[in-house]
């Protein structure tokens, strides 16, 4: 098992956008040439002018060429963005196998826990982890996980996966799912949210 890293990507796209548009496979087959492995993209279900796209980065870092904000891969890669200002958060994990459950689900959630500059984030680490760890009470949810992003340690990302949209409004009626989301709640800062996207998958051998 090899750590990996993931870069979630999120994009304003026009009407006219479309996931097979020819320069977002170009960018794609660029990332599959530096060793990516497994790729997922789609747009969010609640607003089709926006579009994610997870990449699996081998390892703890990306290749320099392609990280490098003024080489022609991030140069392309804004472009797809109406305001060409794309974002990009950096997920470490120890190993993919942790965030399949959640890419491969039939509705995959992105949920953002944006803290506070002023939020001591140790002091709140178990209860940020039992939010996750909570829904494996929920029906309908199929596996993920979640982690701070070493590229702004304010935002904490939540893969979650689910059998469908319906499973996730039951569990947010819930109170266990309320306990830690209230006890957390005084933390969020503007921008705490969760996306759902039904993600098709690429993979190269």
Known sequence: MNQITLEFLKFTVDSA??????AFASLRQTASKH???K??????????????????????????????????????LNALDVKSQPTSWLLPFRFEEEILPALNAPMTEFAFVIL???????????????????????????????????????????LLGWESRAHHR??????????????????FAP???????????ESTA
């Not at 921008?191 to 998958?201: E, I």
Request: hydrophobic share 35%.
């Open 35 to 37: 060793g990516v492995k």
């Open 191 to 201: 921008g705490s949210v969760g996306l759902f996207s039904k993600l098709a998958r």
């Open 116 to 158: 506070k500059d002023t939020t001591n984030t140790g002091m709140i680490l178990d209860s940020l982890h039992r939010t996750f760890s909570d829904c494996y009470y929920a029906k309908g949810f199929t596996g993920g996980s979640w982690g701070i992003a070493t590229n702004n340690d304010r935002v904490c990302l939540y």
């Open 39 to 76: 790729q997922y993209y789609g747009v969010l279900d609640d607003d089709p002018n926006q579009l994610v796209w997870c990449i699996q980065w081998p390892g703890i870092s990306q290749p320099a060429e392609l990280a490098d904000q003024s080489g022609d891969f991030r140069q392309k």
């Open 17 to 22: 956008f479309s996931l097979a548009a020819p």
């Open 170 to 187: 039951e569990y947010s009626k819930s109170p266990i799912f309320a306990l830690e989301i209230d006890n957390l709640a005084p933390n």
